[in-house]
């Protein structure tokens, strides 16, 4: 599939593209699903429910390829008549704790948020480049690029998303590789609720519907932009993150003594 060119939309470059988007049973995932299928493209979904896999499939009419993400490549690309064009790497893992979380958690998160990724590209990688083209969507979080208080392995892990989409995009894409990084803050999803008290001070008073975050993203494939910022307030705060390191974290310190004391006073810069 192609880049984008002036005038062109996201629409007119996914349509009949081969696009598969995992942890699509639901939330995220299945908003991006229906937005693919709806602009003409010939979509797999995959989750590692079934019975949710097969249920998004056939409400838009795609192919259901259920099973863990990082071993799907292959089965994947046999259903779409053997080329994926635009791989989804959204499943994920909500794992809050904090450093003392067990070690089972910190290898969960990575192996789902990272090594999934890692494990799809490598699979996709060899395709894409002998022809010259192919699209990597890394569904990654604003926490990757900032943080989120009482979520060491999460956020730590999405910082790892973040890092290896940043990779691939700068290593290859002057051998036709298109990679976006989509980053929002809150989205109404199953891990917000999730994400428990701090979900609800930090990410709830702005949180988004999954649509919202499909259409930043044909807005990015249109564009051939890396990073996708379904909420345009979290540049700033990644520039306030860069320019001054100090006072970003002595804010963020603020925010996480606001959530242990369970008061909700404004926070200067937040997040």
């Not at 939330?27 to 937005?35: F, H, P, S, T, W």
């Not at 590209?121 to 699209?135: D, K, M, V």
């Not at 705060?237 to 006072?247: F, K």
Request: charged fraction near 20%; hydrophobic fraction near 45%; aromatic fraction near 6%.
């Amino acid at each position: 599939m192609g880049a984008g060119t002036s005038g062109s939309t996201g629409a007119d470059v996914v349509r009949g593209a081969g696009v598969v988007v995992t942890g699509a049973g639901g939330g995220i995932g299945a908003a991006l699903a229906r937005r693919f299928a709806a602009e003409g493209a010939r979509v797999v979904v995959n989750d590692l429910d079934p019975v949710r896999t097969k249920a998004v499939a056939e409400e838009i009419g795609a192919l259901a390829v259920p099973g863990d993400a990082s071993a799907v490549v292959d089965e994947a690309r046999e259903a779409l008549g053997g080329t994926v064009d635009i791989w989804c790497a959204n499943a994920g893992l909500s794992s809050p704790g904090d450093a003392f979380a067990d070690e089972d958690v910190w290898a969960a998160a990575w192996d789902v948020n990272v090594m999934a990724h890692v494990r799809a590209a490598r699979a996709l990688l060899p395709e894409w480049l002998e022809r010259g083209s192919g699209r990597f969507v890394s569904t990654v979080s604003a926490a990757g690029l900032l943080t989120m208080i009482g979520a060491a392995p999460y956020s730590v892990s999405k910082h790892g998303a973040y890092a290896f989409a940043e990779w691939l995009s700068l290593t290859y894409r002057h051998r036709g590789l298109k990679v976006h990084a989509i980053c929002p803050q809150g989205v109404r999803t199953d891990m917000l609720t999730s994400a428990g008290s701090a979900g609800e001070l930090v990410l709830a008073p702005t949180a988004i519907e999954p649509e919202a975050v499909a259409d930043a993203l044909l807005d990015a494939v249109a564009a051939d932009r890396f990073l996708v910022l379904p909420h345009p307030e979290v540049a700033g705060y990644y520039r306030n993150r860069a320019a001054d390191p100090e006072r970003w974290l002595s804010t963020m310190n603020h925010l996480q003594q606001a959530w242990e004391t369970g008061t909700r006073q404004p926070v200067d810069g937040h997040p």
